[in-house]
């Protein structure tokens, strides 16, 4: 270790340790939070337009039973709850392409901010956003009257949000592979197709059978079987959980992959 | 030992990028304390040097030692901070935001509304990066590289795109906050610049460095031309009392003056003298400086 060089004895010295934990902190945390959450077009996509769903598809569906008797509109407000939640984390995952491409992620290696620091802090925001896409969804299903058991609303609510991580990945596997402003414009029509084939905008019942098996082994599939599995009382398919383990592992190594291409490169 | 430990040392080194070899074995020591000019033409190597300095960019030989350590160490204990041409900013963010979220990637940083205030943008900390001009931007940028309160502060070309106010705004902020101790380096195509706020020019073309000295040693390369002349029994005296007259020269019939002023001395050896065969010539350097000054002087 150098002493205090003769010319900067003058001055106060500072501090010279690396930051803990590479710079993670809850005020930059908070920083991100606060960015997302003045970010209309991310409200509109991840808050309004799920509720607004729910009210134009779930409300006149009142009245009508799933099989175990509980009411078909929870049912599909827990699978829109979790199309917000993944929605929410792959927008937070993906913004890391916008940060890239205005050449935000070059200052950042200027500073002490270690990068998985950094992707850390945009993991936890997109489990924050994700929290707060399925508590409006569910306080909207409650304010129009969806009414289930305390344990049923907080198993599909961790269901619907825990599986969201997958899409956090899913994200950060996009961002890394394309640095490109609006990356969200294209993954917005990705995300609408694969929660159609996950079942969340209508049953995989009513597909065609050749679709209902092709549904099986697309990656939205598992979280929302896993979601939905509280109310509707048929319990978690091994096929479901399968799933559910494999696509998360697939995009949680190809983030890792990418994400270590990009930070190597110097 | 310690107490000599330069700010920064590059030895030997070279980077190609496929046929093109953008900087040439190039050797530097810059002491503590020192404000440095990189001044060369766009293209010379003073972005590719910069970004091997700040271990941006990974050399093909040579090595590179910022206060002793490895530049990433430097960079993580907020040692060392740069105003790079490269760096972006978060539109969606407020200049002040960017200086807070900024401020908490170290252990220990100046106060954010300090070091707005010694860019000269406190005016504008509530509003949002994406409506701030390029000059605005940059000074930003200059904030955020005072936050650790640096050892080492590293500017390239920093007010490239900013208008003739924006520059004098720019060089009156990082003026205020030079004080004893901080060492600067800064790559600039200007001459006027380097003239105006270095101690020190290292004038690099085609990724070598071609002269090395302190403003008014480069200046006089620069300026001065050779003027040479048959003169049998030239007056040597008369020739250096002449305004702007470095060093008079005789090789047997021949006498060679080193000057400011080549104009005056021709017009002296024509008119005053027996002189003939006259011939005045730039120096190399002064070819270097003008390929520098005058071709890229607008870029």
């Known amino acids: 270790m150098t002493t205090a060089l003769n010319a900067t004895t003058d001055r106060v010295a ?41 009210l134009i598809f779930g409300l006149p569906q009142r009245g009508q039973q799933l099989p175990n008797g509980r009411a078909v509109t929870a049912y599909i407000m827990v699978s829109l709850a979790v199309y917000a939640a993944m929605v929410a984390t792959t927008s937070i995952g993906a913004a890391v392409a916008t940060e890239r491409a205005l050449g935000w992620s070059r200052q950042l290696r200027l500073t002490p901010l270690r990068p998985t620091a950094y992707v850390a802090a945009k993991v936890v925001t997109a489990m924050v956003l994700g929290l707060i896409a399925v508590c409006v969804e569910f306080v909207v299903g409650a304010a129009t009257g969806v009414r289930l058991s305390a344990d049923v609303w907080l198993l599909t609510g961790l269901g619907a949000w825990l599986g969201s991580l997958v899409f956090a990945a899913f994200g950060l596997f996009v961002g890394y592979l394309f640095p490109a402003e609006n990356v969200m414009q294209f993954i917005g029509p990705i995300l609408a197709v694969l929660a159609m084939f996950g079942g969340l905008f209508v049953p995989l019942e009513v597909l065609p059978e050749v679709l209902r098996d092709v549904a099986r082994f697309t990656p939205v599939y598992g979280v929302g079987e896993l979601a939905r599995a509280p109310l ?35 | 030992m310690t107490s000599t430990q330069p700010a920064v040392e590059l030895s030997g080194l070279t980077k190609t990028f496929g046929a093109v070899t953008a900087v040439d074995g190039l050797s530097l020591r810059v002491e503590p304390g020192e404000v440095v000019a990189f001044l060369g ?60 979220l900024t401020a908490n990637f170290y252990r220990h940083s100046r106060p954010a509304e300090e070091v707005l205030e010694r860019a000269g943008i406190t005016g504008i900390a509530d509003r949002v990066v994406g409506r701030c001009s390029g000059g605005q931007q940059q000074r930003l940028r200059f904030a955020l590289a005072l936050l650790p309160d640096p050892d080492l502060m590293v500017l390239d070309e920093p007010t490239t795109g900013m208008d003739v106010e924006g520059r004098r705004e720019f060089w009156q902020a990082l003026r205020r906050d030079a004080r004893s101790g901080r060492t600067v380096i800064f790559a600039t195509h200007y001459l006027d610049e380097a003239d105006a706020y270095a101690d020190r020019i290292v004038l690099v073309r085609q990724g070598r460095i071609v002269a090395d000295g302190t403003t008014a040693e480069i ?15 030239a007056d040597q005296a008369a020739l250096a009392a002449l305004p702007g007259v470095d060093a008079v020269e005789v090789r047997g019939d021949s006498v060679l003056v080193r000057t400011a002023d080549s104009d005056l001395v021709a017009r002296h050896l024509l008119t005053r003298t027996a002189a003939r065969d006259v011939e005045i010539t730039s120096r190399n350097l002064e070819d270097a400086f003008l390929a520098l000054t005058t071709d890229h002087a607008g870029a």
Do not use: C, Y
């Open chain 2, 219 to 233: 200046k006089n390369l620069a300026a001065g031309r050779l003027v040479r002349a048959t003169l049998p029994g």
């Open chain 2, 41 to 100: 033409p766009n293209g010379a190597g003073k972005t590719t040097t910069i970004d091997m300095l700040l271990g941006l960019a990974r050399p093909d030989a040579g090595s590179v030692r910022i206060l002793g350590g490895e530049p990433a160490d430097a960079i993580a204990r907020g040692r060392v901070a740069a105003v790079l041409q490269t760096g972006g900013l978060l539109k969606d963010l407020t200049v002040g935001e960017t200086v807070r």
């Open chain 1, 14 to 54: 500072p501090d010279r340790r690396p930051p803990a934990l590479g710079g993670f902190s809850p005020a930059v945390l908070g920083i991100e939070l606060r960015r997302v959450l003045r970010n209309r077009r991310t409200l509109a996509f991840t808050l309004i337009m799920p509720a607004v769903f729910f």
């Open chain 1, 232 to 266: 509707t009382g048929d319990g978690v398919s091994l096929a479901a959980l399968a799933n559910l383990v494999v696509w998360t592992a697939l995009f949680a190594l190809g983030a890792t992959r990418l994400f270590r291409r990009d930070t190597a490169r110097v």
